[in-house]
């Protein structure tokens, strides 16, 4: 366990290393998001080794995607998200039903049986909506359609892929797969976050107004809300930062919105570096030394990318070509959520090291890659609408 003064030294590190990279970045018209996780490239464990992932930095970067995803909840609102309802779901499932057949195929042609393919295809599945948020707020493009589609659909992608992560590890040991069981958890995450929104957006409507009139400062109440809706959704299966999504989007129907959107800047100034440099840090460039390596990591971005690109764009459709193309786009990376899935197989010994560094190098460079395509994506879209 690491002691005081070596915490605040990698606090330090990851914090400047943050600031410097987002600043370059920005220098050549990238969103800040790529300098960070580059940044965290340069000072993990495969070059400087000047910090290595940890448990107080990775309870770190938990709390920064938490509060940044609380953010983004507080820019969107519940009418919005309706008007959208049908496009995100189209989305979120072809999002899933694509990449999930393309990496199982990419898996078993590389001498998998049917069992381990399939979960090895399960990393391809989930969308991070902590990237392609934090690329939508840098350009202030939160309000459009396609934004709210796309954080539609990462909710339905992430109650979508929490139901296939638990066939296929049920199939690795051999069980029955219990389709009763498995609906059950299914209706329980979509109730969560479909009672959660819909009931807390109404109350926050009749309260929100006489705790103005009150001059109550709802930011300490705000977060109690994102940092309870976050465990909660931990409870149901669903990531944490689907709580804090929804709870952003409670406290977005209280007349203090813009206000609380004001005082958690500095927040988010402070806590979110850390989950960017520590997805970088975690990439190890020593299992992709080979040219083999190399080309099959190649290989299977390249699924990955194309199989969201085609999953998520031929959901939007509605939106128009230009428009589907973007959300496409925007559901591309795999970020936190490939890793666990890699995690779990290689603790399972579903996989080799090998595989596992494919995977979380696959899903860190898909995270990379997005950024730079969307802001691109949406510029020339804002360009084209100003004309």
Known sequence: MQHGHDILLSLFVVFAAAQIGGRLARAVKLPGVIGEIVAGCVVGPSLLGWVAPSEPLEMLSEIGVVLLLFAVGLETRIDEMRRVGRSAFLVGLLGVIVPFLLGSLWAHGSGYDWAKSLFVAAAFV?????????????????????????????????????????????????????????????????????????????????????????????????????????????????????????????????????????????????????????????????????????????????????????????????LGRRGALIVGVGMMPRGEVGVVIASLGLAGGVFPARTYALIVAMSLLTSIVTPPLLALLLRRRNDATAR
């Open 126 to 318: 989930a969308t991070s909506a902590g990237i392609t948020a934090r690329v939508l707020q840098e350009l202030g493009v939160l309000q459009r359609e396609e934004s709210r589609v796309i954080l539609g659909a990462a909710v339905i992608d992430d109650i979508l892929a929490m139901l296939l992560l638990g066939i296929v590890t049920a199939l690795q040991s051999g069980e029955n797969v219990q389709i009763g069981k498995l609906a059950v958890v299914l209706a329980e995450a979509v109730g969560f976050v479909v009672v959660i929104g819909l009931f807390g957006t109404h109350l926050a409507r009749r309260t929100g107004a006489k705790l103005k009139a009150r001059k109550i400062d709802l930011l300490p109440y705000a977060l109690t809300l994102c940092l309870g809706l976050a465990f909660l959704s931990t409870q149901f299966g669903l990531a944490a930062i689907i709580g804090a999504f929804l709870a952003g989007m409670i406290a977005s129907e209280t007349p203090q919105r813009e206000k609380l959107e004001h005082d958690t800047r500095p927040l988010l100034a402070l806590m979110t570096p850390f989950f960017f440099v520590l997805t970088g840090a975690k990439i190890e460039l020593g299992e992709l030394a080979s040219p083999d390596a190399l080309l099959t990591l190649a290989l299977i971005t390249a699924i990955a990318l194309v199989s969201k690109l085609i999953g998520g764009g031929l959901g939007a459709l509605a």
